[in-house]
């Protein structure tokens, strides 16, 4: 009897191999490292958070191997960028590696152009159906992402360096979250794509990115948005520092979402149908993609309901803003009905999902431009 | 079901209202922005304050009790659901789905295959069936646990937020039991038909209290009108702050205030609330909400613009308070309505996001950019007539360098939804408001326009006769006159009526050469008369006559007899703390944890059932899952072809 030999599902711990131990040693040894240095000035919040992200990214390097590659690198480039800095801000321009790579301005252009290019090379890959250059639009989209990270890490030690009272995690202004919404779309993306084994949907969804990059440039440029502000007291809050990220969870899901409803709106229409993954992946992706994005949406909004709770006052007063994340929370609650309880599937869910990102840009950025409130996070 | 996405897409489309029309204004706002009979039509429909409206309400109930009924009638299935593990399927129906395998086997593979399902992590039930045996498993029945919980969570936030919400107030009114005070009365004078006992079950209130002094209730602004909540303590205001970032954005707003025994007047407790941290007292928590002036005492230099003594008179006042002046006969009441000692933002116009200390406004990557600088100390007031009718100005303490120029600025407009429109006095080289109104003063006194001509004539025609010489003063004085009695615009009509229109151009030139020559004469006048150095005839000179000129003019439109310059303050600040009970909110953070439990144990518990039928010399295999995905296709295929490894080898 070797019932051993085919029953391939032994416990997550047993599959771990020396390197995922290693990488976790690394982890723990840096959050040890790091609190034996600065744990006199830590709160029992900041304790609770070192310490937990290493577990979390412990958890998630186990789950999804390139996760480990990733960090390591992005926390050596970080560091690099950090120490050359040297405690001096003007260093950004007089430092060859600040000023080319790794200033967080600078990273965050490197960010941008390989975003564009992991575009372009996605779309030569389905046009030329070369596996190969999906495989460099795959690099690129792991190089664009860890320089997207980079330049938020060196981007929060650029704070403090402006002075100790205006240091902050770097995402309180709609200047960051957009670069924190190219990064979590990325990743969930390159999730999909590893998962799937398919890299063809990439050149659905690195446009959505390339869009939002888009916007980055304009308002760097056109707006100079890039400066680093303080936070008024409204912001000083440790729920900003889970709100923003869960909801960017969210909408960095629905525009997947949204773009794979694109592709699959393509194939049902039998346009590059061959080049593209067969339906029922499609339909699956989204689906996915959808019930994550709904989790953590929820999850946000009911962190900002604790955090208006204590800044406002209230756990919900009808601000535009709330109103409208309650507006896609029940565009999405409805999708979800439709397809789990009615089991409707087809174009309908997808041309539905495509909407659905519209009613997201408009909460996300319409509200800002359009409508008042207490929330205009970050008018344009 | 299809009545649970209608509702779904009726509640997001009635949201939407609210979101694109600004709630709560005061109705003044609204009648400006619609006229009357819209303004009428929008406030039957209740959209001013939709999301409690009875319809909007009725709206959120429908959704409460559509999902009561939907858990109530499902429950049982569900839980029975959850229970079974439909050993009873037969040969039959097991044929019939959609997913199922059958495999030869030898032996007796019930044992081994026992064990394949407790090793996947599968319980299961036995049944024989004719001499067949039936092994039925599952796993994941937590998913279904996923409905209950969303749906009772969406049933308990509801309830939750009932339970904070004003409804309670609105039946009141409705059946005349509370009644909203539209006065502007002091709290002690408010009726008991409406105030709310301190044992009100919740309530959400703001109050102002100025530095030194406190405060025992709060008001409930509703509609037009507003109620009054007594509390259970009183609370007192030793000292706000503002702190800045070097940026000038503000860094922290901070009050500190002590509770204090409503009838004894006992202090209680002593603490300092901020934005993000607020203190919860006997239920009740005390917010950092808005801040605002407590009175502030001015000192004031007024100066009569009509008169032409060129000295100020003193003037105090303090804000929130008025003070009432005689002028031509006339007694104009100025009531101080606000002061700033900074003012980093631009110019004017008074954002209420100024004043709210729960904006997250500054967040913004470009908000701040252009207004980084402050500007310093300024103050409004309005001067009403005897007639009621109001002007509001804004003043700025300090000179502020426009043009490279320095002036003192004076903002002025006719009703509160206007930008303010500024006049702006030239400051002489000692930096001080004399000069100028020096000159106006000479400007504007007839007795010493011959001299004024005189000296001009002079200093124009000094070597031709004397005879061209007194024409000349003769229309100079003509011109000061006429510019004395209205500025630019008399001496305009005076052009028009008077002078052919092919010459008025080049006359208007003169004109204003004339006057602005005979008003650097009148400066020098009255700057050697004061003691004052003698001016240069240079171009610093030039430009302040040029701009003494236009300010005098626009004097003439200024609507005040008086410009009130701000000489020293003596600040007192308030704070806007917004108080709230809501009991409801343990319901509704309950009701949340739920939900997010229910959400993700329904999209990450996978549920599966199994079924093996084992017959002599075969097994019938069929699986099945409340969700169909790829995963579960997957997940089939594997299953399938390990019983089949696992017969195989047996
Ligand atoms: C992730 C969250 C949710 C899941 C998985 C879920 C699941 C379901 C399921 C399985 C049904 C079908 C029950 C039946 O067969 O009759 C249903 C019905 C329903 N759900 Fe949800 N639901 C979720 C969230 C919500 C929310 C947020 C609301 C309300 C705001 C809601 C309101 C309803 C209503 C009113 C029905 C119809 C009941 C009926 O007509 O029988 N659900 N939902």
Redesign the pocket.
């Given at each position: 009897m070797q019932l051993s030999q085919t029953m391939p599902r032994p416990a997550l711990i047993k599959q771990l191999n020396i390197f995922d131990w290693l990488f976790s040693a690394l982890l723990w040894g840096g959050a040890i490292y790091a609190f034996n240095l600065y744990g006199t000035h830590m709160d029992s919040y900041e304790k609770v958070f070192l310490f937990g992200a290493a577990a979390v990214f412990s958890a998630l390097g186990w789950f999804w191997k390139p996760i480990r590659m990733l960090l390591l690198t992005v926390a050596v480039l970080s560091l690099m960028g950090i120490a050359d800095y040297h405690g001096d801000l003007a260093r950004a321009q007089s430092s060859f590696f600040l000023k080319y790579i790794l200033a967080s301005q600078t990273a965050v252009m490197w960010m941008s152009v390989l975003f564009v290019m992991a575009t372009l090379t996605y779309w030569i890959g389905l046009a030329a159906r070369s596996d190969f250059a999906a495989q460099v639009g795959s690099a690129l989209t792991w190089s664009a992402l860890t320089m997207g990270i980079v330049g938020l890490l060196v981007r929060w030690y650029e704070s403090y360096l402006i002075s100790p009272d205006v240091g902050h995690i770097p995402v309180s202004n709609l200047y960051e979250v957009f670069i924190l919404f190219s990064i979590i779309t990325a990743l969930l993306y390159l999730y999909y794509e590893a998962h799937y084994a398919t890299r063809q949907m990439g050149a659905f969804v690195l446009p959505v990115i390339s869009a939002a990059v888009g916007f980055l440039l304009w308002y760097t440029f056109d707006r100079q948005a890039q400066s680093i502000q303080p936070l008024v007291p409204a912001l000083q809050s440790y729920w900003m520092k889970i709100h923003v990220p869960a909801n960017f969870i969210g909408y960095g899901s629905f525009s997947l979402a949204a773009m794979v409803g694109v592709a699959y709106l393509f194939v049902d229409k039998g346009i590059l149908a061959s080049r593209l993954p067969k339906l029922d992946v499609l339909d699956d992706v989204m689906y996915k993609s959808i019930a994550v994005g709904?989790g953590f949406f929820t999850l946000a909004t009911i962190l900002g309901a604790l955090w208006a709770s204590e800044a406002w006052g209230g756990y919900w007063s009808w601000d535009p803003k709330e109103t409208w994340a309650l507006i896609v929370w029940l565009n999405y609650?409805a999708w979800?009905?439709i397809r789990?309880?009615k089991g409707l599937r087809g174009p309908v869910l997808a041309w539905w999902a495509v909407v659905g990102l519209f009613v997201t840009v408009f909460a996300f950025l319409g509200v800002n431009m359009f409508l008042s409130g207490l929330h205009s996070y970050g008018t344009l | 079901?299809r009545?649970?996405i209608s509702?779904f897409t009726v509640l997001a489309i009635a949201s939407i209202i609210g979101t694109v029309l600004k709630q709560n204004e005061p109705y003044a706002n609204y009648i400006f922005q619609f006229g009357q009979f819209w303004f009428t039509v929008f406030q039957w429909m209740g959209l001013y304050d939709v999301y409690r409206t009875p319809w909007f309400v009725t709206i959120l109930a429908f959704?409460v009790v559509?999902?009561g009924t939907?858990v109530y009638?499902?429950l049982p299935g569900m839980l029975r659901e959850i229970r079974s593990y439909r050993e009873n399927a037969t040969e039959q129906s097991l044929r019939h789905f959609h997913h199922h395998g059958e495999f030869a086997s030898h032996g007796n593979p019930t044992a081994i295959l026992m064990q394949y399902l407790d090793v996947q992590g599968y319980r299961y039930r036995q049944q024989e069936q004719g001499g067949n045996l039936l092994i039925a498993a599952k796993r994941g029945s937590a998913n279904r646990v996923?409905?209950l919980f969303?749906?009772s969570a969406?049933i308990l936030i509801c309830l939750g937020g009932l339970l904070d919400s004003n409804l309670p107030l609105k039946v009141e009114q409705a059946f005349g039991i509370k009644r909203l005070e539209t006065r502007d009365i002091p709290a002690s004078q408010i009726p008991a038909i409406s105030r709310l006992s301190p044992d009100n079950l919740s309530f959400r209130g703001n109050v102002d209290i100025p530095e030194g002094e406190s405060a025992d209730v709060v008001f409930l602004n509703i509609a037009d009108g507003y109620l009054v909540q007594d509390l259970p303590f009183k609370i007192a205001l030793t000292k706000f702050h503002i702190s800045h970032y070097s940026t000038g954005q503000p860094k922290s707003f901070a009050s500190d205030i002590v509770i204090l025994d409503k009838t004894t007047g006992k202090p209680l407790l002593t603490h300092t609330i901020t934005v993000n941290h607020p203190l919860t007292y006997d239920g009740i928590a005390i917010y950092q909400a808005s801040f605002g002036d407590g009175g502030t005492r001015l000192n004031l230099d007024g100066w009569n613009l009509f008169d032409h003594q060129g000295t100020p008179f003193l003037v105090t006042g303090a804000v929130h308070k008025s003070t009432t002046l005689a002028a031509d006969n006339t007694r104009y009441t100025i009531e101080f309505t606000d002061f700033r000692p900074f003012n980093i933002e631009n110019r004017g116009g008074d954002d209420q996001t100024q004043h709210d200390t729960r904006s997250v406004f500054g967040g913004s990557a470009v908000a701040d950019k252009k207004n980084l600088h402050n500007v310093g100390p300024n103050f409004q007031y309005k001067v009403r007539r005897p007639d009621g009718q109001a002007r509001e100005y804004s003043n700025y303490m300090l000179p502020i360098k426009v043009d490279g120029r320095w002036y003192l600025l004076s903002g002025m407009r006719d009703a509160p939804n206007e930008a303010f429109r500024y006049i702006r006095f030239p400051l002489d080289p000692d930096r001080t408001l004399t000069g100028f109104m020096r000159l106006r003063g000479a400007m504007l006194n007839p007795a010493l326009f011959p001299q004024i001509a005189q000296r001009f004539a002079q200093s124009v025609l000094h070597d031709t006769n004397p005879a061209t010489q007194a024409q000349l003063a003769d229309s100079t004085v003509k011109i000061l006159e006429i510019f004395s009695k209205g500025g630019y615009k008399t001496l305009s009509t005076f052009i028009a009526n008077k002078i052919p229109a092919a010459q008025r151009d080049l006359a208007a030139q003169t004109y204003l050469k004339i006057l602005a020559l005979s008003a650097f004469e009148a400066y020098r006048m009255t700057q050697v008369q004061a003691g004052r150095p003698a001016p240069k005839a240079d171009d610093a000179t030039g430009w302040f006559i040029r701009d003494s000129l236009t300010a005098m003019n626009d004097i003439f439109f200024y609507g005040a007899p008086v410009y009130l310059q701000l000489s020293t303050y003596d600040e007192v600040k308030a704070t806007g703390l917004q108080l709230t009970r809501t009991p409801g909110e343990f319901i509704v953070f309950g009701g949340s944890g739920l939900l997010v439990l229910?959400?993700f144990t329904?999209f990450f518990v996978r549920e599966r059932r199994l079924w093996l039928l084992i017959k002599p010399d075969q097994v019938l295999f069929a699986m099945s899952s409340s969700r169909k995905t790829l995963d579960f296709e997957k997940d089939f295929a594997l299953r399938k072809q390990h019983i089949m490894e696992i017969l195989k080898e047996n």
């Open positions: 709904f609650a979800l009905h789990l309880v | 079901m009545f649970a509702l959704l559509s999902t939907c009638r499902n996923s409905y969303t749906h969406i229910g959400i329904g």
